[in-house]
């Protein structure tokens, strides 16, 4: 099966920096679009950035000039790098991939997620 498995979650204070990484495997054929999202409590999930095959990104407003978003097409992977933290940064950060691929014979395309990791970003 295919899955997306995270890590680089953790406590960090406010100003400080962390890197999420994403790895995909199983029975892939191909990955489009990459994506991070986030939910805080009470919020619904929504998206943090993006990166397409090509390595055009898009990201919300409130993260601009301190996350990046990359990928390493070779490896199947995607990163966040998360800079300048803030306390309303804090979630539970989720990878979201569109990958197609083969199994019993026949090519599926769909959105897989990763299990989610805590970011937490003190005062």
């Known amino acids: 099966q295919v899955q997306l498995v995270e890590s680089g979650g953790g406590l960090v204070q406010a100003g400080g920096s962390l890197r999420l990484s994403c790895a995909a495997s199983g029975s892939i054929i191909s990955i489009g679009t990459m994506g991070w999202y986030r939910q805080a409590p009470g919020k619904q999930r929504s998206l943090v950035a993006s990166i397409t095959t090509g390595s055009t990104t898009n990201y919300v407003d409130s993260v601009k000039g301190r996350f990046t978003v990359s990928r390493d097409n070779a490896k199947n992977m995607v990163y966040l790098q998360m800079n300048s933290l803030k306390p309303e940064d804090t979630a539970v950060y989720y990878c979201?991939?569109?990958?197609?691929?083969?199994?019993?014979?026949?090519?599926?395309?769909?959105?897989?997620w990763g299990q989610g990791t805590q970011v937490t970003v003190s005062s």
């Open positions: 979201n991939a569109d990958i197609t691929d083969f199994k019993s014979a026949k090519f599926s395309r769909r959105d897989y």
